[in-house]
């Protein structure tokens, strides 16, 4: 059994269940954009949005850490292989 993706997904090694260098890309997006948002949020005063930016920045890292654990054990099944943005 595969453990890049979760349990009962409905893709396989070679086809992936979903795009884990796309999904690591639009993950590193929010947690630059919300890291902004929240700075620029606490400057205007505005502290529950900076803090909701915070909270939206931390499910970012979160999201970064699972991918990238998703992608070592890929690396782990298929060493050597390399994948582009969209696999």
Do not use: K
Not at 2 to 11: C, H
Not at 31 to 43: N, Y
């Amino acid at each position: 059994m595969t453990r890049s993706q979760p349990r009962r997904a409905r893709g396989t090694v070679g086809h992936a269940y979903s795009a884990l260098n796309l999904r690591l890309v639009l993950a590193g997006f929010g947690l630059v954009t919300m890291v902004i948002f929240a700075v620029l949020a606490f400057a205007a005063d505005l502290v529950w949005l900076g803090v909701l930016c915070v909270v939206f920045a931390v499910v970012a890292v979160v999201d970064l850490v699972i991918i990238q654990r998703r992608r070592a054990a890929r690396r782990r099944e298929e060493p050597g292989a390399r994948h582009s943005l969209f696999e």
